[in-house]
């Protein structure tokens, strides 16, 4: 039904072209069963059995003749009109849909599987309502046209007509459950294959790095299996119902021109008559079979519409904006986590009773073993996961009584390795500030140190940078992020090992830049070179999700702790004597 609820939610801009088709259907119908009545005055006046003028019956043929192309033209444009943007309207619903919807929901999903759902719904829902209007309305009319005409030539005629309609009606939505539940689970299999190859293409890298192609193929091979088994299971229990109902039709064709020769030999029955019910029992059963067919493919639309719509639905949304949320007045940028228990869904604890403040203004680093907690503690600032307990307070305000939009409006991140999209280096550099000019986009450009290498290219900003941004460097992107946090200039400020990917030398170059950007901000740097955090006013070590040391460079050092620890292993490793001495 949820499909039904959402077409009747979505329509409402297109009504007139669908209440259009469903008129020009009706026509349609009224012209297609006219018609034998025609053709039956027709036969009757030219045989002699009943009087009439041959031209007045003419005049009414070419009368429904005319009707019958324009209604038909009618019917295309309104076809035309509505599809289109229907379909823009489907994929526009879903993307503001998915927007809502946690990160870990994005996480979890395979973007070619998600993408296959929503292209299911944007190329079948038009065709369902199509099918909904036109053979579903065009049969029922013509069932009741036809009975009708029927009964005018003989009672037990239209009683037999309406008892096989019946059966077969009754047949077809007995067989309906079924074979919906076969194309959803049809459906369902299809988006897993098209999900996995979208990953695979997404990661030919990995692929051809180690030689994978016959490990993938093997994953393929298995998904293979479930998707043949289901595909002929769906397959063969629709060749057999429509062999049974084949095998019903021809009895039942069989039977009325038994039953029209007996009439016709008893003379109850005109040469006109014999026409006119054969030909309507041409019509139903060729439109009876049509429509069984039909029926197939609408159930296999409804089963791919069903489980895309069913994307709408999930119940993973669990922190979508409080109804009576505001915008988050960032006035200072006070960060406060208070008594924050934060678990991943089924795995253990990582934050339990977590309380610090960040205070306006302050430069933190947050340092320790991979996988401390320190990507999680700036995702939940974010709010790309709800805490299991407690509260992040910014300025006086938990962050989930603030809008989602607000909160990260006042946030600019610099990723560890930043995803761009396929679009030219300007506009993906002015995601940081839509209404930012191509000056300022230049200007912040340059402090990132991305307009050297920009200006080389042969297109220069307007250059496109490939999937994701795989036509740059590492370096490259992490540069272009910069840039979107210099035009973005928000009052807090997250690098989550932001330089990583430079040279030495040009990291030393974007660090003043970094450091003009973070004056008069909170920011927060996660960084493994811990010279990098040496003018932080402050750093947090985080060790398996608890932060066991918190205190300046100096400080810690003399701590003799974990911070220590790392510090001499990184200055032993890699770094040289002069930044031990600058230490
Ligand atoms: N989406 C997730 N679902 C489940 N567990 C996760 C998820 N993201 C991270 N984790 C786990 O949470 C723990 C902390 O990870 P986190 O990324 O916060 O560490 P980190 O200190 O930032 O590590 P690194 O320095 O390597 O970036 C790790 O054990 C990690 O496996």
Redesign the pocket.
Known sequence: MRVLKFIIANIGPYKKYVVGIFLAMCLITVDNTLKPLLVKLFIDIVSGAEQGNLWVVFTFYALLQFMLVSVWTMSDYCITKYTAKFRLNVAEHFMTKLYEYPY?FF?NQLSGSLTSKINDAFQHLPHLIFTIINPFMYFILLILISLGLLASVAPIFALSMGAWVFLFFVITMVSMKKSMRLNKEYAEEKSKIIGLAADYLGNMMSVKLFAARTFEQGRFSKLQKPFVDIAEKGGFYHTWLYGFLGMLTSLYALFFLAALIFGYQKGVVTPGDFALVIMINFNIINTLFQLSHMLRDFIANWGAVDQAIALLETSEITHSDKTNATALNCRQGKIAFDQVKFH????EP?FENKSIEINAGQKVGLV??????????V?LILRLYDVTDGAIVIDGQDIRDVTQDSLRENIAMIP?DPSLFHRSLMENIRYGRADSTDEEVIEAAKKAHAHEFISTLPQGYDSLVGERGVKLSGGQRQRIAIARAILKNAPILIL??ATSQLDSVTESLIQESLWELMQNKTTIV?A?RLSTLLHMDRILV?DK?KINEDGTHSELLSKAGLYKHLWDAQVGGFLGDEKTEEA
């Open positions: 870990s996480q991943y869904k089924g795995t990582l320790g073993y991979s996988g401390g907690g320190k990507s999680t503690f995702n560890q989550d090992e996660i493994h985080f999700g």
